[in-house]
């Protein structure tokens, strides 16, 4: 207990950590020494427990740390769950997005007026088939819907002629 005292207390100069938290971690140490190295001599169990209870001391320290500066970041991209990690897109993946996007773009720029302004009503600004409807001038929902699965049917035979990839 007084090796563990003594590196807690060396340790804490070095170590943002309250020493009891440091002696605690280091009696765990102690316990790792004790089964790892054999006791017969105390010198060198001396020796290389000490190491070991700084070792546990730091590395308790550096996880700390870490899960600091990992909540922080989690905090930075106002995320709160384990669930929500796997959704954030990696970079690669953001700029495939973005380059797929311009692509569509341009070919929703092929579709007549009427059909591009429906697919761009429902799809940007999420108005409903009745909503739709009203906008282009009375049309009723029914006929709105058809309207819009005629325009994606252009778009399909636009994009396959451009050899366009669906998203995986």
Known sequence: MDLVRMVAKRARKMLPMDLDDLIQQGMLGLI??????DASDPKVFRVKARKRILGSMIQVNRRSHYRNQT?????????TSVEEIAQVPSHEAQVAALERNERLFKVIEVLPDRQRTIVELYYQQDLTNEQIGKHIGGVKATRTGVLHRGALVELRRECHRRNFERAA
């Open 32 to 37: 790792e020494a004790a089964d790892r190295y």
């Open 71 to 79: 909540n922080q970041a989690l905090e930075a991209m106002e995320i």
